[in-house]
């Protein structure tokens, strides 16, 4: 004996059979309230995708804005461990401008190889951005890149509030000053 399923009959629906009154079903939406009841969800889900588009937009920005501000610190965290290093260095390089000074004069075979020395220190600073500030005796005073150590009475009227003499070199790193050049300013 074989267990068969049989289909039950579908009941179909006629129009003669229903009963004047009862609504008639169907497949698309009669009213404009179910009109606008179907609109709802399809708005609803619009404004959703439009909020999550603006959500990841400035997600985005923010993330590109940590990834940019912490690289810039990285950047500034080498350069000022750099920074503590060089200025270390910069008595040194007062001494081999004093020694220099010193010995103008003498023309030995030690002077040639302090010469060579002085040279390769040079471009090891300037390799990390350092340079000597250029100021001379007559350009005018700066508080961001200068101070100064004392006032003294003016030689003429064209020297009053400009630089009179150099005492110590200023140093830059980059932009950045590490020393400030110490200078006497007529009065």
Same mark, same amino acid.
């Given at each position: ?22 609504? *008639? +079903? ?19 889900? +619009? ?31 080498? &350069?000022?461990?750099?920074? +503590?290093? /060089? ?6 390089? !007062? ?22 020395? +002085? ?7 300037? *390799?990390? &951005? ?5 100021? &001379? ?6 508080? !961001? /890149?200068?101070?100064?150590?004392? *006032?003294?009475?003016?030689?003429? !009227? *064209? /020297? ?11 140093? /830059?790193l980059g932009e950045k000053v590490i020393r400030f ?7």
């Amino acid at each position: 004996m074989e267990n068969t399923v049989h289909p039950e009959p579908e009941l179909e629906k006629h129009e003669e059979s229903m009963p004047e009154g009862t609504p *008639q +079903q169907s497949s698309e939406p009669a009213t404009e309230e179910k009109k606008e009841g179907s609109n709802d969800p399809s708005k609803k889900m +619009q404004d959703e995708l439009a909020e999550a588009k603006d959500k990841y937009v400035r997600l985005y920005a923010e993330f590109d804005n940590f990834r940019k501000r912490n690289a810039k610190e990285k950047l500034d965290l080498i &350069s000022s461990a750099n920074e +503590q290093l /060089l200025k270390a260095l910069l008595p040194v390089v !007062d001494d081999f401008e004093r020694a220099e000074k010193s010995w103008k004069e003498k023309n030995d075979k030690e002077w040639e190889g302090f010469i060579l020395i +002085q040279n390769k220190f040079k471009k090891v600073l300037e *390799q990390y &951005s350092v340079k000597a500030m250029d100021i &001379s005796p007559g350009s005018d005073f700066n508080l !961001d /890149l200068h101070e100064a150590v004392t *006032q003294i009475p003016a030689p003429n !009227d *064209q /020297l009053k509030g400009k630089i009179v003499d150099v005492l110590e070199k200023g140093y /830059l790193l980059g932009e950045k000053v590490i020393r400030f050049a110490k200078v006497v300013v007529g009065n």
